[in-house]
C-alpha cells in the first residue's frame, strides 16, 4: 500500500512541533517531506500521485506521515478523498485552550506583519480574533465531528495540548500506542529532554480587555466540545 501510516491533523499553536521533533527520534518513524506538506489544505491542484508519491510504498517496521495543523480545518469533501486513498490512516489532534491559542497565533501574526506587540492596537487583535481563520482554527467540535463523519472515531485521537505539557512521557506513550509503534524509546529519555519547549513564540501576557473577548467568542465551542468529550474544560474560561 502507497501513502502515510498517520497524519497530525493540528491544532495550531498546540505543541505539533514539539510531537514532529519527538517523533522524528524514533527509530521507525520517517516523515519523507519534514513536518509540514500542507497537500489537503493548499496543494490540491498537484494532485493526489503527487502527495501519494511523496511518502512512497509503506515498509515494514516503518512508520511515515505528516503534521500539517491546518488539516484540521479542511471541508468534507477533502476528508472523504483522503479516506478514499488511507482507510486505515491513524489520525490525532491536539487541543489548546482556544484563547491561549487564538493569542499565541495572533502575536505570532503580529511578527509576520513585521510589527511589535506595542505598534499592535487593541482592535488588531480584536479582528485577527474574530477573523474566519481564526475562528475556524478554534472550532474543536466542529473539526472533530466532520472528520469522525468519515473516518472511524477510533482512528482519531483527541488529546490535550495541557496533557502535552504537563506529562509529555506519558503523551508520548499514548500516541505512540495510537500510532501503533512502541513507546519504549522515549522510556528512556531525560525529563529535561522530554519537556524541553520548540519552537516557542514570543511571549507576553494576555491583557484583560482581550481575555475578556476571547472568553466571550469561546465560552459556546467551549461547552459544545467539554459536551462532545465529556470533559469539564471549564477552566479554559476562567479570568485570569
Known amino acids: 500500500m502507497i501513502g502515510p501510516n498517520f497524519l497530525g491533523i493540528g491544532a495550531q499553536k498546540s505543541g505539533t512541533t514539539w510531537i514532529y521533533e519527538n517523533l522524528s527520534r524514533h527509530p521507525h518513524v520517517r516523515f519523507p517531506a519534514g513536518k509540514e506538506i500542507h497537500f489537503w489544505d493548499a496543494r490540491r491542484n498537484l494532485g493526489v500521485t503527487w502527495w501519494l508519491d511523496t511518502f512512497g510504498p509503506r515498509q515494514p517496521g516503518l512508520w511515515s506521515g505528516e503534521i500539517t495543523p ?5 471541508d468534507t469533501e477533502a476528508i472523504h478523498e483522503l479516506y478514499a486513498l488511507c482507510p486505515d490512516l491513524r ?3 491536539v487541543l489548546r485552550n482556544p484563547i491561549e491559542r487564538a493569542w499565541s497565533a495572533a502575536r505570532m501574526a503580529v511578527l509576520r506583519a513585521e510589527m511589535t506587540l506595542e505598534e499592535a492596537s487593541e482592535r488588531w487583535f480584536l479582528d485577527h480574533f474574530r477573523s474566519a481563520g481564526s475562528r475556524r482554527r478554534g472550532a474543536y467540535a466542529e473539526a472533530i465531528l466532520r472528520w469522525q463523519s468519515v473516518f472511524p472515531a477510533e482512528q482519531l485521537m483527541v488529546a490535550l495540548f495541557d496533557d502535552l505539557r504537563s506529562q509529555p512521557r ?71
Open 91 to 93: 489520525l490525532f489532534y
Open 170 to 240: 506519558a503523551f508520548l506513550s499514548r500516541l505512540c500506542g495510537h500510532i501503533g509503534i512502541d513507546a519504549g524509546v522515549y522510556a528512556a529519555m531525560p525529563e529535561e529532554a522530554l519537556r524541553q519547549v520548540v519552537f516557542e513564540g514570543p511571549s507576553a501576557p494576555l491583557p484583560p480587555p482581550l481575555r475578556r473577548a476571547l472568553i466571550d467568542q469561546y465560552a459556546g465551542p467551549v461547552e459544545a466540545l467539554a459536551h462532545l468529550l465529556g470533559m469539564d474544560l471549564s477552566h479554559w474560561l476562567a479570568e485570569r
Open 70 to 74: 491546518a488539516y484540521a480545518t479542511i
